[in-house]
């Protein structure tokens, strides 16, 4: 690593555990749709009714409905249907996990060109993760996309430290170096300030640990598969690794490759743009 990337990294590890990095805070409209969600009572209209003050996340759960993998024979044109045909739950954690495109906002063009390359793998990771639980797992398919949503969210406070530190912004070697070295501490540190469920809490920082090996297929797995998967026929390192030598790949036993599961997975990819 060179001097700068190091520098750097040491004043971020630094101001992580004094606390003095400002850290992004969760969407007003994702706290009310938790705070909704968390009521056993809920009914769907109330939910819709909170869902429906964010115009563009309410667009964006119709079309997931109507998406490939979730089509029905008829297609669902408003927020009430769409969130009764994936139930409460479900549609407040999607809703919760699209709504991180909120944070991605950036001062200067190279920050938030940066930003939509994270937010645009994110997507495509998501709906993966998403595509792989429903198939091929009992876990809840709504807690793998929103695992897909937020795995490489601690590059966001890195991003915004960049703005303010010009030697950084302007020196991209250095910045991805720092980008993979921390993202995954920053994540966990994030995720676990907003509250996020234990499951998920600790996907920024096991996701990229290729030799971790859960007593059972978790979330971490989906979306470390769905990250490979995501980055093969890619340039990225991780287009080197051998994924039927994972762990996490041994666990789900599936042939990601074979015609169906590609056009299946290659669908999914984009089921949450």
């Known amino acids: 690593m060179n001097k700068l990337a190091e520098k750097v990294q040491q004043a971020l590890v ?23 969600a968390e009521d056993p ?4 209209s109330h939910l819709s009714k909170v869902i429906s003050r964010d115009t563009a996340l309410s667009a964006r759960l119709i079309k997931v ?80 996309a929103l695992g897909g949503l937020v795995h490489q969210i601690g590059v966001l406070p890195i991003l915004t430290y960049a703005e303010d530190h010009y030697e950084l912004l302007s020196d991209p070697v250095s910045l991805n170096h720092v980008i993979e070295s921390i993202h995954p501490l920053l994540g966990d540190k994030l995720l676990g300030g907003w509250d996020f469920p234990e499951m998920l809490a600790k996907l920024p920082g096991q996701y990229l640990n290729l030799e971790r090996d859960s007593a059972r297929l978790d979330y971490v797995d989906l979306v470390q598969i769905a990250v490979l998967y995501c980055h093969h026929n890619t340039d990225h390192p991780l287009a080197k690794v051998d994924i039927t030598s994972v762990p996490a790949m041994q666990k789900l036993q599936v042939d ?18």
């Open 256 to 273: 990601l490759y074979s015609e169906k599961s590609r056009a299946e997975l290659d669908e999914a990819r984009s089921m949450f743009y």
């Open 14 to 36: 630094m101001a992580i555990d004094n606390d003095d990095l400002v850290l992004p805070t969760l969407p007003e409209v994702a706290l009310r749709i938790r705070q909704a």
């Open 41 to 44: 009572e809920i009914s769907i």
């Open 65 to 144: 409905v109507n998406s490939p993998l979730l089509r029905a024979s008829q297609e669902v044109t408003d927020l009430h249907t769409a969130i009764t045909r994936l139930g409460t739950n479900y549609s407040s954690n999607l809703a919760i996990g699209l709504v991180m495109e909120q944070i991605f906002h950036a001062r200067s063009e190279v920050v938030a060109q940066k930003m939509r390359d994270v937010w645009c793998r994110s997507l495509e990771v998501a709906g993966v993760s998403y595509a792989l639980c429903r198939r091929h797992s009992h876990l809840k398919a709504d807690q793998a």
